[in-house]
């Protein structure tokens, strides 16, 4: 199957700071999707991208669509506590109809 | 009232044993997901339907089966539990031509 690479792996960081983390694919996507999963619960959709160099932000959240259409990119701006959780991208390729391939996904610590 | 519900939350079975778990969503979605979730792997896709007369496999099938009863209703069955089976389960919808799938609260499922 597709293989959906995140980094980092997990992240400590102090609350205040800016988060950046990133996804990469060796296949083409045509629709990126940022996902946050809250300890003990399902995943939540944060940001969905349809187009090459798309760049869209959900309040302290900005997501972009990579040019080459293989990765994306997520930034969380002055992190807070409620940050807390592991986020995944998910992506649907033209080649596989519609099956969503998710990332191995990032836990992100903040520290108070 | 939670939109898509998983029951049970937690079992613990032994080796062998047939499990059941269940699915049920109140947000009229016709397509409906099973995705398994294991520590540093993400989420993998186990089966998908996209109406009740619809059921595809996923990525990882194997050792699982599933039935649609219903547009509401979505049930996963492991027909011979075995331990590497152990592993976070979760159901997801989304409506046809939507990108965004809404999760369930997961089924955390303990072979022994």
Redesign the interface.
Known sequence: ?QQ?N?SP?SMFIQEGEDVSMNCTSSSIFN?W?WYKQDP??????LI?LYKAGELTSNGRLTAQFGITRKDSFLNISASIPSDVGIY?C?G?TPYTG????????TSLTVIP | DAD?TQTPRNRITKTGKRIMLECSQTKGHDRMYW?RQDP??????IY?S?DVKDINK??ISDGYSVSRQAQAKFSLSLESAIPNQTALY?C?TSDTGG???F????TRLTVL
């Open positions: 199957g959906l995140q792996q629709t999707l003990g619960e399902g995943p939540v959709l969905a995944f998910a649907l519609n099956q969503f391939y998710f990332g191995t996904g | 898509v995705y540093g792997l993400g989420l993998q896709l998908y996209f996923g990525e979760f997801a990108v965004e799938q999760f369930g609260p997961g």
